[in-house]
């Protein structure tokens, strides 16, 4: 059988993967209806008017960095992205998808800021301080000019404008108060290409730009936005539109509207003011967007949208009395007092997008952020006066760590260093067909979140960047979302018992249940009830009543889950951890470089969580990963000394040591995992550095049974466990390089060799190094394997059963 997957073998189920912070990393094409948006080095696609919307539904894998611009060339099956890797990739579509085209490079250090206005031209500037401008000859882009504002001046925004067939106008804004305005006429690019205008306003830094024509005045305006807070207009004028009548010179200087006159080209003339001051937000204006209406030219009263680091998403909108921009619309979040840029802070919005559905006249503003969600509003209002939160997409923003599945294997949570844990299930009630989403965030954590592993159906055990495990369990509201939206019984019997909701107090790392009681005064104790009670209420109220998974907003604020139990012993940050089958020991490693601190602490859960009285020694650098036997008789532990120790455990939660293996591999040896126990035995795979994965037996010593060698190293091993495949096993292996591979062995033949059934198309695999792989235990004729990568995304695949 062909090995390499075809579309019937491997089904995407579900892609998570947030956008990143920056603030021309989101894109819309009105024709094939789909957003693009910069996630870690990938490009997502994903279509978010579409009836069955499943999320990101591909991503683009080109970029080494991260990107920090894309956009959709107009009215052409281009897409061209940048990133801090320096190259310029132009896309082309290919059906639903893109492949790439076209590779450019000239920059010397991170591209910053992108701007295209037709297939034409596109400019691109970077670090490096140069802007370039690429154009197209019919069949691929080539640089058409590049220059330097000035040797200390560096572009973070970027507008071009069209303004006749072969003359165009660019602003450039960045590391100045300033913006710089070139004019160049196409034909003759070089010779024609000066800088027009410079102006002054803003007192701060520039960080978005963009052009509108104004079809009631036959002109156009330049919106800008920068880090003083404040956004300006700016009315460029053409030809016989221009005033060239005396002007009163102190007019000019108390209104500082000096209009700056310029040539474009040999036969058009130029003229640009300031037109209007725009305040309202209270920390930097991240991202400016007019109304698609006013971008075509069918509506002649102009609204702006911006977003801004203060959480606040505005629609602006000039009163026709006064000529004062009002706000007539305010979307976001309400600003934590006192967190702003200036102290630090990077929450709020970084880029928005404003998109209407012609056929509805349906207005949809979606917006990304710290948490890399995109959020979305959506309006059916056609003068867009009001909007209500409706889902968007989630997602990781920095790498995944760790997976595990519940053990009913219905969904999964996976730790993140964004400091977050995050709960994926699939959404079944009331729906034709079934997608994955996000439905709780149980850690918001102040350290990067770095292991977890299940303890039984309601709690589990995490680690970070830190000394201590932590226990969580689930709530009660959460445990009742689960059942109301995918039907999964997260706790069979009384679910009274669990926690209703949880907080993270101020300045605190410990998630706390909300009807908690400490001990206080009588009167400060009925208080404090009466204020968590209130808590408790609304959160119950919200979370029952969605018929949809939950927002971001709701995910962040609602969806936490108490911490119940710490874990101390350890004298450096936790790598790994793992729970016996039963959910009675915990075992948990930490950072080391001597054998001092690689050991294995084990926790006692039947005895209150009490550390048992052995620590395990034998390794001699950190510990990689572990894994208890499905029948919890083994404890396997990896470590970066490339080698494997083995512990057999005796009815008192004793450890004896079976075997440790000093030559288990030649480098360091990344992952392991049991298979299922047969009637052959016990066996166990490892994954290592030196591209070999093993497969080893385990009776009264460990034997090696086969080994195969990889064309690339392996980080993850997962076998399949919730049943056997007549005499095989099931082991999907991750690669260095993100790809992904699934095994059989014939655990009844002498030569149990592996044999590679399925190896996952490019296409869809994360774009970095595999770092978790998971099977979940439900028992159907697909076998779901969820993904966690370096590239920050969560996948979820099914691979059909007839091809094992």
Known sequence: MDPYQTMTQVTKEGIFVGANKQSFVTDYNESRKTVAFGAANNVALWKPLASDDNGVYSTLKKHSKEVTGVKFVPNSPFLVTVAEDDEINVWEEKGDDYTLKQTLTFHKHSITCLAIVNETIFVTGSADGFIALWLFDGNQYQLGHSFQ???????????????????????????????????????????????????????????????????????????????????????LRLNELIDDSDEDELKLILLSNKQYKFNIGSHSRGAINFEALIMGHDDWVTSLQWNPFNRKGTQSKLQLLSSSADTALMIWEMDVESGIWCCINRLGEMSIKGA???????????????????????????????????????????????????????????????????????????????????????WTVGRSHTTWHEFARPQIHGYDMICMDNINASKYVSGGDEKILRVFEITNSISKLLKNLCNIDVVEGNTEELPESASLPVLGLSNKAANEQLEAGEDSQQRQDEEENAVVKEKEDILASLTTPPLEDHLQRYTLFPEIEKLYGHGYEITCCATSPDGTLIASACRSNSAKHAVIRVFNVKKDFQQCKQVLEGHNLTVTSMEFSPDGQYLLVVSRDRQFSLWSINNQDEFELVELNPKAHTRIIWDCSWTPKTEFGNFFVTGSRDKQIKLWSVSFNVKLETSFKLDIPSTSIACYKAESFGNKVVVAVGLENGGIEIYSVDLSQDDKSFQLHVHFNDLITPADRISKLAFSSKISDKLLLAVGSNDTSIRVYSVVKQFL
């Open 149 to 235: 504002v000035s040797s200390s001046f560096y572009p973070l925004a970027l507008a071009i404008q069209d303004i006749s067939e072969d003359n165009y106008i660019l602003a450039v804004a960045g590391t100045s108060s300033n913006i710089f305005i070139y004019t160049f006429t196409l034909t003759s690019l070089v010779s024609d290409f000066v800088q027009s205008a410079i102006l002054s306003g803003h007192e701060d830094w520039v960080r978005c730009l963009t052009f509108v024509t104004d079809t009631k005045y036959k002109n156009y305006v330049l919106a800008s936005g920068a880090q003083d807070r404040y956004i300006r207009l700016w009315r």
């Open 340 to 426: 702003s840029t200036a102290t630090g802070a990077s929450g709020g919005f970084w880029s928005s997008l404003w998109i209407i559905d012609a056929a509805t006249n349906t207005h949809y503003i979606l917006a990304s952020g710290k948490t890399g969600a995109i959020r979305v509003y959506k309006s059916t209002d056609a003068e867009a006066k009001s909007f209500e939160s409706v889902l968007g997409v989630t997602g990781a923003v920095r790498e995944i760590t760790d997976l595990s599945w519940a053990l009913n294997g219905e969904y999964f949570t996976a730790t993140s260093l964004d400091q977050t844990a995050r709960l994926f299930a699939p």
